[in-house]
């Protein structure tokens, strides 16, 4: 999905009520979020059963890097 829309126009807040609406249906679901702090509120609605279906990365974040091998299944 792509939301377009000028600053304040409540692109954010759609986008993470259609996240929350997800996690309460048990659905899977990817937000990627420049800034960081829609993605961690987000946090606070996974199911407690879930938590550990939830791969939370922050790639600012340079004492916890992340690393995937493109070529690992090849």
Do not use: C, W
């Not at 600053?7 to 249906?25: R, S, Y």
């Not at 420049?34 to 790639?59: Q, S």
């Amino acid at each position: 999905m792509y939301i377009i829309g000028k600053t304040g126009m409540g692109k954010t807040t759609l986008l993470e009520n259609m996240a929350v609406q997800d996690i309460q249906n048990g659905e899977g679901m990817a937000f990627i979020d420049p800034h960081g702090d829609t993605a961690e509120r987000l946090l606070d609605f996974v199911p407690k059963e879930r938590i550990n279906d939830v791969i939370y990365f922050n790639p600012s974040d340079i004492a916890s890097p992340i690393a995937f091998n493109v070529m690992e299944n090849v």
